[in-house]
């Protein structure tokens, strides 16, 4: 491979290895319950065609999978491997249940050594080049072994499998109907590693059809539909922050030809909330799924209920089985939303929201902002406020759940 990958790789390791192990530290993983195990093996496939990416490619298929079945990819987040995907994400017990296929993308050390997907390398995350190309040859592979309906491939991932995600969706939404990035970040928000460290704490400031331009610059030419996107987030996520969701949202909405004003929000279990936008058809094109008080992590819920997946592990968080919900928005469950605590219409927004003013020190405390390196951020927004003091003072007004912005002047 070439040596400024390696070496770009290299770097990225090492401030991602710090920020994991921060976060870590600080996560605590709820009490693991069992969950429903897959009833058959991961399958390692060695030869797949052209693999410019050098990844690996690993299958679960189900017993008496039906012909047309659909099609998921999934790819693992930093420091984590197909196994653990496989094992704790829940997509193999619904592979299980629904008759779907699944491959499971693996990353090597010799890619990066903290084993993440190269997102932001544009030589490796764009259409016909490096990893992006050899995720496209594991498609290919399992449509001409497995009869798979070439209209129902999918694709999803964790932080930077979540960000690989979103640019494979852009790269190739000739394959790729619809797709999900949990913890993930903006299509081609980064094309170094500094961009990328920005792209994962800070507001980028752009605005929709700037967003919608990347996407559309990823495929010069193409006039075809562009895959749905199911987007988790968690509230209290300070790896890649929560804006980063909000900036998904921007983009595909605007892809879609969409206004960012919701269709219709449903509270879900777990803390979590889906916010809905439809077309002029009433087909949902984005759902922005928000959980609250929730880190860096894939959310899960063990148990054997229908609507229950996965297993607790590193990076695997027990809230709501995002895997069944994105299952269900992909249309391989069922039709429709799942049946919500509640619902509404969402009405329009309004520029008005609870406002409260404080020093940056007691907006800390009360958990409308958190502080990095001595400086205060509103949650959410993660606009910067100054120091962390008692002395700097903020007016912060409240726009969604645990999502604020700096309103000095404004309430």
């Known amino acids: 491979m070439p040596g400024s990958r390696v070496t770009l790789a290299h770097g990225a390791a090492a401030l991602l290895a710090v920020l994991l192990s921060a ?48 099609l998921v990819v999934a790819l693992h987040g930093c420091t984590q491997t197909a196994h653990d995907y496989f094992t704790h994400s829940g997509w193999a017990e619904l592979a299980d249940r629904h008759h779907f296929a699944v491959v499971f993308a693996q990353q ?15 030589a490796e995350d764009s259409r016909g080049v490096g990893e992006a190309a050899s995720v496209k040859s594991m498609v290919d592979h399992q449509k001409s072994h497995l009869s798979i309906d070439p209209a129902r491939v999918f694709v999803t991932g964790l932080s930077a499998g979540g960000a690989m995600t979103a640019n494979l969706l852009a790269d190739y939404p000739d394959v790729f109907a619809a797709g999900a990035t949990d913890s993930g970040l903006p299509t081609q928000c980064a094309t170094t590693l500094t961009q990328a460290t920005s792209c994962q704490r800070n507001n980028q400031n752009l605005t929709p059809s700037q967003w919608a331009a ?47 004003t919701p269709s219709q929000t449903l509270t879900l279990g777990g803390g979590a909330t889906e916010t809905i936008y439809r077309d002029g058809a009433g087909t949902a094109q984005v759902a922005l799924f928000s959980i609250a008080g929730m880190g860096h992590g894939t959310a899960v819920d063990p148990g054997a209920g229908p609507d229950q997946c996965g297993s607790t592990g590193a990076y695997f968080l027990d809230y709501i089985c995002s895997s069944y919900h994105t299952a269900q928005f992909w249309g391989l469950i069922g039709t429709g939303s799942p049946t919500p605590t509640s619902t509404a219409p969402t009405p329009t927004p309004t520029p008005t929201g609870p406002c409260v003013t404080a020093s940056n020190y007691a907006h800390t405390s009360a958990g409308r902002a958190h502080q990095l390196s001595g400086k205060a951020y509103a949650n959410g927004s993660n606009q910067d406020m100054g120091l962390w003091n008692t002395y700097i003072t903020h007016t912060l007004r409240q726009t969604g759940a645990d999502y604020w912005v700096i309103a000095d002047g404004q309430c």
């Not at 993983?29 to 060695?46: F, N």
């Not at 987007?231 to 969409?258: C, F, K, M």
Request: contains cysteine.
């Open 23 to 70: 976060l870590l530290a600080v996560t605590a993983l709820r009490t693991a319950r069992p969950a429903a195990a897959a009833a058959g093996p991961l399958v390692q496939v060695s030869s797949f065609g052209s693999n410019p990416g050098a990844l690996a490619m690993y299958t679960y298929t189900p017993a008496n999978l039906p012909a047309g079945a659909a």
């Open 108 to 122: 090597s050390s010799a890619n990066h050594s903290s084993l993440c997907f190269n997102w932001y390398t544009p």
């Open 214 to 260: 990347k996407v559309k610059n990823s495929y010069p030419g193409y006039t075809g539909r562009y895959p749905r996107i199911a987007i988790w987030q968690g509230s209290a996520d300070y790896t890649v922050y929560p804006v980063n969701g909000a900036e998904l949202r921007d983009q595909w909405t605007a892809v879609h030809g969409l206004s960012q």
